[in-house]
């Protein structure tokens, strides 16, 4: 399970930024058919907003589509690395405020300033502490009917029966083998979707929805959760479902990127529209 200063080092200074994070939408065609095909049509009722909040934007993959739909947009990054990217990929507008933070903190938003918070692909890295203080944070951070789209592990909830299993056989190392067949890709093994809800509530908010998901994998190893305020108009008993059709659906994208698409693999910046 990575700590905070683990993901500083990973994606701070290890990782190869040089496609600005295009690589990791390959398996849908690309950027704008995973921004078309799968993020967008899961938060385009909360969009556009008059503030939007993202956490760990990283170089700007999801950024730039969430820049024009937000009258103002703080991105916050614990990598400077990565914040100095989106500065320079975003340098022609003029509504994007920019922060480094210690990897859990918000404290540079005003409290109930925003309408729309949003993750992707990075909080899968973090585990229970660091998304029990963002939960904390939000549940002052967003305005009254604000709402928050998160994209989580749900590693735990497979990792965490094989551990307690392992060790009652007496056979801890057979248990961590098969935890990491179980947890590819680095992500928390500590974080599950029923422990994000159970989180939210405790802070005031209410999970409205989660959608665990098959993120290459046979098993619904991630989760999106939407969260808002209790009382908003978007509150409501959870609607959660298993999703292992997701796999699918990245596969249907790139298919039709294939058939539809330049045929160019993203070596740069995407084009945001």
């Given at each position: 399970?990575?700590?905070?200063?683990?993901n500083i080092?990973?994606?701070?200074s290890?990782?190869?930024w040089?496609?600005?994070?295009?690589?990791?939408?390959?398996?849908?065609?690309?950027?704008?058919y995973?921004w078309?095909?799968?993020?967008?049509?899961?938060?385009?009722?909360?969009?556009p907003?008059?503030h939007?909040?993202?956490?760990?934007?990283?170089?700007g993959?999801?950024?730039?589509?969430?820049q024009?739909?937000?009258?103002?947009?703080?991105?916050?990054?614990?990598?400077?690395?990565?914040?100095?990217?989106?500065r320079?990929?975003?340098?022609?507008?003029?509504n994007?405020d920019?922060?480094?933070?210690?990897g859990?903190?918000?404290?540079?938003v005003?409290d109930?300033?925003?309408?729309?918070a949003?993750s992707?692909?990075?909080?899968?890295?973090a585990?229970a502490?660091?998304?029990?203080?963002?939960?904390?944070q939000?549940?002052?951070?967003?305005?009254p009917?604000?709402?928050?789209?998160?994209?989580?592990s749900n590693?735990?909830?497979h990792?965490?029966?094989v551990?307690?299993?392992a060790?009652?056989?007496?056979?801890?190392?057979l248990g961590?083998?098969?935890?990491q067949?179980?947890?590819?890709?680095?992500?928390?093994?500590?974080?599950t979707?029923?422990?994000?809800?159970?989180?939210?509530n405790?802070?005031?908010?209410?999970?409205?929805?989660?959608?665990?998901?098959?993120?290459l994998?046979?098993?619904?190893?991630?989760?999106f959760?939407?969260?808002t305020?209790?009382?908003?108009?978007?509150?409501r008993?959870?609607?959660?479902v298993r999703?292992?059709?997701?796999m699918?659906?990245?596969?249907?994208?790139r298919?039709?990127?294939?058939?539809?698409?330049?045929g160019?693999?993203?070596?740069?910046?995407?084009?945001?529209t």
């Open positions: 399970m990575p700590s905070i200063d683990e080092e990973e994606w701070g290890r990782h190869d040089s496609r600005q994070g295009a690589d990791w939408s390959d398996p849908w065609g690309g950027t704008d995973l078309w095909g799968t993020v967008h049509p899961r938060i385009m009722r909360f969009l907003a008059a939007v909040l993202e956490i760990a934007p990283g170089y993959r999801i950024t730039q589509f969430l024009p739909r937000a009258t103002r947009l703080t991105i916050v990054d614990l990598n400077e690395r990565c914040i100095t990217a989106c320079e990929r975003f340098a022609g507008v003029d994007v920019y922060h480094v933070n210690d859990r903190s918000l404290a540079m005003a109930d300033s925003v309408d729309f949003f992707f692909d990075s909080l899968v890295h585990d502490g660091v998304i029990e203080a963002y939960l904390a939000l549940a002052s951070k967003l305005r009917e604000g709402i928050a789209f998160l994209h989580h590693a735990g909830s990792a965490l029966p551990r307690r299993w060790r009652l056989a007496r056979v801890p190392a961590e083998r098969v935890n067949r179980l947890n590819r890709n680095w992500r928390s093994d500590d974080m979707a029923e422990r994000f809800s159970a989180l939210a405790g802070f005031g908010l209410r999970c409205v929805s989660q959608e665990s998901v098959n993120w994998s046979r098993l619904p190893n991630d989760c959760s939407t969260v305020r209790a009382g908003s108009r978007w509150d008993p959870t609607r959660a999703n292992l059709g997701f699918a659906e990245m596969r249907r994208l298919q039709t990127a294939e058939l539809y698409g330049d160019r693999r993203e070596a740069g910046y995407d084009s945001g």
